[in-house]
């Protein structure tokens, strides 16, 4: 049974730093495109960033390169998200995902098949 847990969100004060990490089990991990998207409250979920299985391709939405970097580890079968310079625009609920196949545009929920539980971010002004 696929399962994503993410985990490493927290209060933090704008210009700070957290790092996110989401541990997959269940699955052959080198063959998943990870992912972190997020939603603030009344929003939609957005995409954030995407790796690729292979770890040698990063994307990232405009309103975080530069600040946010997405990393994988194949060993422990987790993907990380390094947030800096955090602004109160990235407080949201922040969930790491599973893609398999490239049916869809790297930016789509609609591609992503596994999904964590989700982790809450705030950025304190």
């Known amino acids: 049974q696929p399962r994503l847990v993410d985990s490493g969100g927290g209060l933090v004060e704008a210009g700070g730093s957290l790092r996110l990490s989401c541990v997959a089990s269940?699955?052959?991990?080198?063959?998943?495109?990870m992912g972190w998207f997020r939603q603030a409250p009344g929003q939609e979920r957005e995409f954030v960033a995407t790796i690729s299985g292979s770890g040698s391709a990063t994307y990232y939405t405009n309103s975080v390169k530069g600040r946010f970097t997405i990393s994988r580890d194949s060993a422990k079968n987790t993907v990380y998200l390094q947030m800096n310079s955090l602004k109160p625009d990235d407080m949201a609920v922040y969930y790491c995902a599973a893609r398999r196949a490239a049916s869809y545009p790297i930016a789509s929920r609609a591609g992503y098949n596994y999904w964590g539980q989700g982790t809450q971010v705030t950025v304190s002004s």
């Open positions: 269940g699955v052959t991990f080198s063959r998943y495109d």
